[in-house]
Nanobody, 119 residues
């Protein structure tokens, strides 16, 4: 069974950068991968996605120009490079996989990694 494990979270000052990593164990060929986040008291929200075969990416408006999602098919890794971080980016960030193009929701999730941006 495939598992997703995030890493790379931490505490950073506003304006700084972090690179999140997501490692997928086991045989892995998803339709898409994504990063989501959930701040305290808020619902989980979409940050960025990447189609695994084509590399086509999609971003939440506030992430455009600041965050970059990328994938490494050989290593089964997904990354989220986050630059120009703001305090409002503070959240638990989750890596997720969508196993098929015929399902609506992402169906495999990691445990999350905390990102805290201080002002």
């Amino acid at each position: 069974q495939v598992q997703l494990v995030e890493s790379g979270g931490g505490l950073v000052q506003a304006g700084g950068s972090l690179r999140l990593s997501c490692a997928a164990s086991g045989s892995f060929s998803p339709y898409a991968m994504g990063w989501f986040r959930q701040a305290p008291g808020k619902e989980r929200e979409f940050v960025a996605t990447i189609r695994w075969s084509s590399g086509i990416t999609n971003y939440w408006d506030s992430a455009k120009g600041r965050f970059t999602i990328s994938g490494d098919k050989v290593k089964n890794m997904v990354y989220l490079q986050m630059n120009s971080l703001k305090p409002e980016d503070t959240a638990v960030y989750y890596c997720a996989a969508k196993s098929s193009a015929y399902i609506v929701a992402f169906d495999l999730w990691g445990q999350g990694t905390q990102v805290t941006v201080s002002s």
